[in-house]
């Protein structure tokens, strides 16, 4: 029989595997009565109409009728792996965090995306990959939602739906690559020109992802971290394949995408599967957290925006291996809810206008697709941690709460320890100063920067590198229809770099723009590199 769990305010039916659907050995309706009968529907004589009088046709007609729920928004194609994440310390001087503290283990779950296909879509198109790590940490849930790059298209998080409305398909035809989605895509980046240098990360080898194994992860955004003096830094969170990062010739992806639109959920799985267990190892750029909090002239809360990594090293601190696959994909992969609002003590968020639409969005649309506000007692997504919130009810209630209902303060219910226990070990807001007028968008200067970066991109990259980006821009080009919307991503490409530009020119057979802005040419940064990059294999 399935083993009771017991938590402070009540009592599970059911051990962390959730609901044991599958014991005895009769087949029984779901209230556990024996059937005798399952291929054919009760009637009414030898010939005659199907009886709604039968309970089991019923029960598993309806049943049957709600299997599915709705696919995530965007990130809809993943797959997942569960591992461990062993801290090697060194972090201690900076975040409180428990699971960074040295040799402390960590069990986790990361599920692997692309942003705009369909849950049934190809896993090799160009396109930016999903990151999404949870940690099931002693302190509660840490949730590391990241990307395969470090930068966004955007610096504020209203223009979210503007971004993906213009790249995913529309409604007419629901056709991914119509020639509606290149215009209204091309139209939106080379319009809303923060965009591109995300864009150009897209059209570069970094968006054929050869295997999630050989990705690297980004949690884009700077987090704030405090040490256990309450001191704060400022942090960007950095993965590293142990297999170094590798991407796949545009021919390649285009042949698996027909061969086997499952390339990166099956090369994962038998990774696994076959003991080859994929390695990261985590790192943080730490900077000091100024009023300005601005680093080398970069503003940190520009999510467009990287720090250069010769220029603020990235430290590492600890290990993460995945080794075990899911055993029921629904289960696990698809109801897993990711939140960027799930912080432990010692990591906080900032003022990034991107982040911190996030933190309303993924509880918000996870209220949906997972049915109502209990989905964190869905087994994959339980803390490890103890349990014992204030919530109650709602829908899949799954936990029988006990005692009165839960108010505070409370001096009548000895079994509700309200903020009882050790301060130490709460999760505290960070004080921060506000402005006190309401303004829409305050920002740097940094922020109008829209190019410096994608040229610092670009111009790290191998020969080689630089083909496949002028092929990529080529053919994407090459599909929008309104001769404008090419001549105005023309003019992107002419304020990044005159060689882009010139290529892709020559490849429309159009002219080359000259530039509208003043081109700065930083040193080439190998470290962004995919051919030459500074993190190869062992
Ligand atoms: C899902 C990353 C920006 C809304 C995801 C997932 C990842 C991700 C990895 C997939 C999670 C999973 O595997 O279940 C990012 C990154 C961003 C970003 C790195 C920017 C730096 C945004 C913004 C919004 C947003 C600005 C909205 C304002 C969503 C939503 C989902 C999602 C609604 C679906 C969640 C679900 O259904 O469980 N994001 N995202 N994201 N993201 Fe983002």
New binding site residues.
């Given amino acids: 029989s399935a083993p009771q769990v017991r938590t402070p305010t009540g009592v599970r039916a059911h051990d962390d595997q959730g609901v044991n659907a599958q014991q005895g050995e009769w087949l029984t309706t779901s209230g556990g009565v024996r059937l005798r009968e399952t291929d054919k529907s009760l009637k009414a004589g030898e010939r005659g109409p199907t009886l709604l009088q039968d309970h089991h046709l019923r029960e598993k007609i309806t049943h049957f009728d709600h299997e599915r729920i709705p696919e995530?928004?965007?990130?809809a194609r993943?797959a997942?792996a569960h591992g461990t994440f062993v801290a090697y310390g060194g972090a201690e001087s900076v975040t409180s965090a428990g699971f960074l503290a040295e040799g402390r283990e960590t069990p986790v779950f990361v599920?692997?995306?692309t942003?705009l296909g369909s849950r049934g879509s190809a896993d090799t198109v160009r396109d930016?990959r999903?990151?999404?790590t949870k940690f099931y940490t002693d302190e509660g849930n840490f949730d590391l939602?990241?990307?395969n790059m470090p930068?966004?298209f955007?610096q504020d998080?209203?223009?979210?739906?503007d971004i993906i409305h213009a790249g995913k398909p529309h409604p007419d035809r629901e056709i991914p690559q119509a020639q509606s989605a290149h215009d209204t895509f091309w139209d939106f980046v080379s319009l809303h020109t923060e965009a591109q240098h995300h864009t150009i990360w897209n059209m570069s080898d970094r968006g054929l992802s050869r295997s999630y194994r050989m990705m690297e992860g980004?949690?884009?955004?700077t987090f704030r971290l405090v040490n256990a003096a309450g001191e704060t830094s400022l942090a960007k969170f950095h993965w590293k394949p142990k297999l170094g990062v590798h991407g796949l010739l545009w021919e390649e992806a285009q042949m698996l995408g027909g061969f086997d639109p499952d390339f990166h959920r099956r090369d994962l799985a038998d990774a696994i599967e076959a003991g080859a267990h994929p390695e990261w190892e985590l790192g943080i750029q730490v900077f000091p957290d100024t009023p300005e909090q601005t680093y080398a002239g970069i503003d940190l809360l520009d999510?467009t925006k990287l720090v250069p990594e010769e220029v603020a090293p990235v430290q590492k601190i600890g290990r993460m291996v995945l080794d075990r696959n899911p055993s029921n994909f629904f289960a696990e992969t698809e109801q897993?809810?990711?939140?960027?609002g799930n912080l432990v003590p010692g990591i906080d968020v900032t003022d990034d206008a991107?982040?911190q639409?996030?933190l309303?969005?993924?509880v918000?649309?996870?209220l949906t697709?997972?049915g109502g506000p209990n989905f964190n007692q869905i087994p994959v997504n339980r803390p490890h941690a103890p349990v014992n919130d204030m919530l109650r009810d709602g829908f899949h209630q799954d936990a029988v709460h006990r005692g009165v209902a839960p108010y505070h303060p409370n001096s009548l219910d000895a079994g509700c320890p309200f903020l009882a226990g050790d301060p130490q070990g709460a999760f505290r807001d960070n004080p921060v100063t506000v402005p006190e007028t309401v303004k829409q968008r305050a920002q740097s200067a940094s922020f109008d920067d829209h190019f410096s970066q994608a040229r610092l991109f670009w111009l790290s990259m191998t020969p080689v590198e630089k083909q496949h980006i002028i092929a990529a821009y080529s053919f994407e080009l090459g599909k929008v229809y309104e001769p404008a919307i090419r001549e105005r991503q023309l003019q992107c490409l002419a304020n990044i770099a005159a060689e882009l530009c010139g290529g892709v020119a020559a490849a429309l057979g159009l002219p080359a723009p000259s530039p509208t802005v003043e081109l700065a040419d930083p040193e080439p940064s190998p470290a962004l590199s995919m051919l030459g990059g500074s993190y190869p294999p062992d």
């Fill in positions: 995530r928004v965007v990130h993943g997942g599920r692997f995306s942003v930016t999903g990151f999404a939602v990241g990307n930068v966004f955007i998080g209203i223009k979210f739906p980004f949690g884009v955004h999510p897993i809810a990711f939140h960027v991107l982040l639409a996030r309303f969005s993924y918000d649309t996870q697709r997972l």
